[in-house]
């Protein structure tokens, strides 16, 4: 298949907007994956900071990113990603070349414990106001369980709604699939 699928499609997005030395973040660690593939972009002279409500989530990743030898680089926080603002230092505000949010829930985890709307709502908001010129955020949107289903909905209203004068945004969906599989949307800043 030539058409990239969804996840490569998310890697290629982030390579192209992430160099080494860069500031970056992954708004849900889940079980560090996309962690460990952003540490790697902004080699030993760029910063992670990292968000998860869980601190499952916390430890797997701790242990992905000490498997990679890729700890030094990286800084977690045990909270929600709606605390971005007040986490992520003021020296590096505006600084932020890439973002991304994998939302549902944490895959060997509990089902139960799920992205919400009105906080992944708040967290984009707080990261418009840090991201650098170019800089990209990611969502993949997992819609195949109800919540996720909902908290479609509302980001796909919110982000119609942004203003382009300010801000690039894609959608990027296999609509012929069964079974709702993820699909993208990636907000550029201007
Ligand atoms: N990116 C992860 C990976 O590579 O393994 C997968 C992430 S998983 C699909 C979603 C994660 O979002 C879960 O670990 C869950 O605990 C977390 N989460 C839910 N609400 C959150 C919030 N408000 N802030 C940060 N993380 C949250």
């Known amino acids: 298949m030539k058409l990239e699928r969804i996840l490569p499609f998310a890697r290629q997005l982030l390579e192209k907007a992430v160099s080494p030395g860069d500031i970056v973040i992954d708004a849900t660690l889940g079980n560090g994956h996309d962690t460990v593939f952003l540490a790697d972009l902004v080699g ?4 992670l900071y990292g968000f998860d409500i869980q601190e499952e989530a ?6 992905r990113l000490a498997d990679h030898e890729l700890t030094d680089r ?3 926080f045990h909270t929600g990603h709606e605390q971005i603002l007040e986490n992520v230092p003021p020296v590096h505000h505006g600084k932020i070349t890439a973002a991304i949010f994998n939302l549902g829930y944490l895959p ?3 089902k139960d414990i799920v992205t919400r709307p009105q906080t992944t709502i708040s967290a984009i908001e707080q990261l418009l106001e840090l991201m650098a010129p170019e800089g990209i955020i990611l969502l993949v949107i997992y819609h195949g369980h109800i919540e996720g289903a909902v908290e479609r909905d509302y980001l ?6 942004l203003d382009q004068s300010l801000v690039h945004v894609l959608q990027y969906q296999f609509i012929n699939q069964k079974n709702n599989p993820p699909f993208i949307i ?3 800043r201007r």
């Open 74 to 76: 990286v800084t977690l």
């Open 44 to 47: 030993p002279n760029g910063r």
């Open 58 to 63: 916390v430890l797997n990743t701790k242990t």
């Open 186 to 188: 990636a907000i550029e």
């Open 108 to 110: 060997g985890g509990d």
């Open 156 to 161: 796909l209203r919110y982000v119609k709604q």
